[in-house]
């Protein structure tokens, strides 16, 4: 048995409580993920995990086990890292959360250069609206926009991201520009809320003191970023929406900023992680790289 490699197997197993998810995120048949870790128990002398149908769980062994794993990775990944100056010896699989406009505006068109810097890292790249369990679900870090809860994860702060208020040209040439706030009575709003029935909130701005809404018309409400950039690109209303994702459509003069004195309040944007210690070196300079990246579209 590789011990290390089991190890690697248990952290991953321990984390996301499932021997099938764990399978999934590492590679492996599930069939190989339950036999190291049957053959580590052997080994301890020990159960580390809690089995059920439902879910894995450490026992109290597993959890002192699991600590000093994670000091012990920490160590070797840091030890293997100390003298590698060339990209090409960096390698193994990165997977990666953030929201869709930011991938498919600011890191896919330059992703080309990064991977053929490491042509050693394989990247899985998620982007939805749902907010992805990190730990549980595999992620080495992910992007995240608004205020944080309390996570217990390692949080890197990027800057904020500058809110515009986008309508297309079709819509503006039928309705007419506003060029107040009270002009927002005569002109439609699409609206996105994550819980679809709820109440829309109308028209933000950031006064220089605190945010202040505006009730406003609009019959289409959203549960999807791409949708609500859809639904504004289509003429069905005005949207709020950070300028990093809609930077290219207003450069083709696809959308049209109304409204710039009366933004919302900037957005704050994070890289989020499990475990600052135990951070391996590709993930490291992917984050380098994603910072570097998003130096132009935050304040």
Known sequence: MDKIHAMRVFVRVAEMESFTRAAESLGLPKGSVSRQLQALENQMGTRLLHRTTRRVQLTQDGLVYYERCLDLLATLDEMDALFQTDPATLSGRLRVDMPAAMATDVVIPHLSSFLQHYPGIELELSSSDRLVDVVREGFDCVVRVGQLKDSGLIARTLGHLTMVNCASPDYLARFGVPQTLE?????????????????????????????????????????????????????LGIIQIPRVGCFTRLHAQQLVEVLPAFRAQPMPVSLVYPHRRNLAQRVRVFMEWLMQLMKRHIE
Not at 192 to 206: A, K, M, N, R
């Open 183 to 235: 002009d927002l009575s005569q002109h439609a709003m699409v609206h996105y809320s994550q819980h679809l029935g709820s109440v829309p909130q109308g028209f933000e701005f950031f006064d220089g003191k605190r945010s202040q809404l505006i009730q406003t018309g609009g019959v289409v409400t959203v549960n999807s970023t791409q949708t609500y950039l859809a639904a504004c690109l289509a003429g």
